[in-house]
Structure formats: structure tokens, C-alpha cells
């Protein structure tokens, strides 16, 4: 199975441009499965909640799902996008996952960051997991990672491959992954934002890159620059992740004792 990320740099608002250079760089590869970062369409830095209403979609049937779906049923792959979505009078920071056969589903964001607690509703669909033939997919949003329940929940739903739309600031989050897939024993693919935002007065937000894909052994794959747009695409057996043997004597989530973790 070939696995990857498009590590890209936004233009704020410019939703139709961004989407087509997201168009642009897909086209332009083969794989089963791409992540793309948080908000990737919209941009990250907003000054309102009414901009962000302004730039928010209804899921699955606004336009960036629609033209992803276009994409992943031509290129024959499963996409993972993080957008702002807009349900009724809510707004929530969502990813979506699309494949050849049209929508798979959408997640919402359940650990908000910082001034996003001004904009956003704390999710409220619970973590995820997808059969998309040869894997099972999970998706968590970014600040997620800080909490380990969020992989771990996902882990014990069956995911091998945790998607994981990122907007990072924090410096901490690609040495963390390697640890969230060793204790869970699953793939990550982080794919995060390259650049740097700088909007109303409010202080620059520059973006850490350093997107990367990690095996169940706690390996960094790959790990993009900091500093620009990246494309990483490699080849993986999903199956790995469904060993969770430790030794012939444990078993990683089979021996958990949840009775004494309350």
C-alpha cells in the first residue's frame, strides 16, 4: 500500500486557489492514501468567528468534499483533509475522508488549540476508524496528539494508519508521534502545514513542517523540511500494525487492565 502526504502552504481565504493546487500537486502523484494538513483550503489564522463562518462548508456536500471526491475517483485514492465545517448554526474544525466510491466520512475536532476555542465547537463524533480495503484508517486533528487517549482510542477501534491533519506551531509533535505508534503499534502519517500567518495585529504563527510518516515501531519513515511544500510518498503492509505482540508473553492491548485506569 502506498502511503503519503502533501505538505503544503495555504494562502488565507483563498479557498478556490488553494484547492486547485491541491488539485495540481494529486494529479501529479500515484498512491492509495494522501493526507493533506489542517484547514488546508481555508488557511488557520482567523480574526472572527464570522470569518470563519464565512469560509466554512456544510459536509459532504460542500464544494472543497465534492472536488476531493472528483480527485480521489480519478486518481483511485483515499484522501484525508482537515476544512472548517459549517453544520446549522455550528462550526467545527473537521477532516473528511474520500475515496474512489465518493464520501467515507468526516471527523471532528475533539482537543481544541488555543484561540480556536474562540471559533470552533469542541467535536463531538468520538474517534473514528474506516475499512478502505487494504487498511483500516482513524483520523485525529492536530492538538489531538497531545492527548494520548486520542491514538490509543483509535488503536483499539482497529486502525492501523492514525491521518493526521496538522497545523503545528508547538515544536514537540514529530519527536512525540514516534511514541504514540509504538505504544499503540500502528502507522501515523502527520501531515502538517509549511509558512507563516500574520493577520489582525495578532502575533505571527509560523508553521513547523516537519511532516512525517511513522511505523508501528516507532520509526520515522520520512520527515519533511521545515521550510517549504513537501511531497512524501512511500510504500507500507498495513498488516504490520495488527501484530501487537510485545513479546511471545504480552500482547499490547489485549493485556491493558482498564479496570484500574479509571
Known amino acids: 500500500m502506498r502511503i503519503g502526504y502533501y505538505q503544503s502552504n495555504p494562502e488565507f481565504g483563498e479557498t478556490s486557489a488553494n484547492l486547485e493546487r491541491i488539485s ?5 502523484i ?12 481555508s488557511g488557520y489564522q482567523f480574526v472572527s468567528q464570522s470569518e470563519v463562518r464565512n469560509l466554512a462548508e456544510s459536509i459532504p456536500d460542500g464544494p472543497t468534499t465534492a472536488r476531493l ?18 453544520a446549522g448554526s455550528l462550526l467545527y474544525n473537521s477532516a473528511v475522508a474520500v475515496g474512489p466510491t465518493g464520501f467515507i466520512g468526516a471527523y471532528r475536532k475533539t482537543h481544541l488549540f488555543s484561540e480556536e476555542t474562540l471559533f470552533f465547537t469542541p467535536g463531538d463524533t468520538g474517534f ?4 478502505i480495503g487494504p487498511a483500516r484508517i482513524g483520523v485525529m486533528i492536530c492538538f489531538d496528539w497531545y492527548y494520548p487517549e486520542s ?10 494508519i492514525i ?4 497545523n503545528l506551531v508547538l515544536p514537540n509533535c514529530p519527536d512525540s508521534m514516534p511514541v504514540r505508534c509504538l505504544e499503540n503499534r500502528v502507522f501515523s502519517v502527520t501531515c502538517n502545514r509549511t509558512g507563516m500567518e500574520s493577520r489582525g495585529g495578532k502575533a505571527p504563527l ?5 511532516s512525517e510518516i511513522v511505523n508501528p515501531r516507532g520509526e520515522i519513515l520520512c520527515r519533511s523540511p ?8 512511500i510504500e507500507i503492509d498495513p498488516s504490520e500494525a495488527r501484530d501487537k505482540a510485545v513479546t511471545p508473553y504480552n500482547d499490547l492491548l489485549r493485556d491493558r487492565r482498564d479496570s484500574l485506569y479509571q
Open 128 to 131: 473514528r476508524v474506516w475499512d
Open 151 to 160: 491514538a490509543r482510542a483509535l488503536a483499539l477501534r482497529g486502525a492501523d
Open 69 to 86: 471526491i472528483e480527485i480521489a475517483r480519478k486518481k483511485h485514492m483515499v484522501i484525508v483533509a482537515g476544512l472548517a465545517e459549517r
Open 206 to 210: 509560523v508553521y513547523i513542517g516537519n
Open 226 to 233: 521545515r521550510d517549504r511544500e513537501d511531497v512524501c510518498i
Open 30 to 41: 500515484e498512491a492509495d492514501l494522501i493526507v493533506l494538513p489542517e484547514l488546508c483550503v
Open 24 to 28: 495540481a500537486q494529486l494529479d501529479a
Open 163 to 166: 491521518c493526521h491533519p496538522s
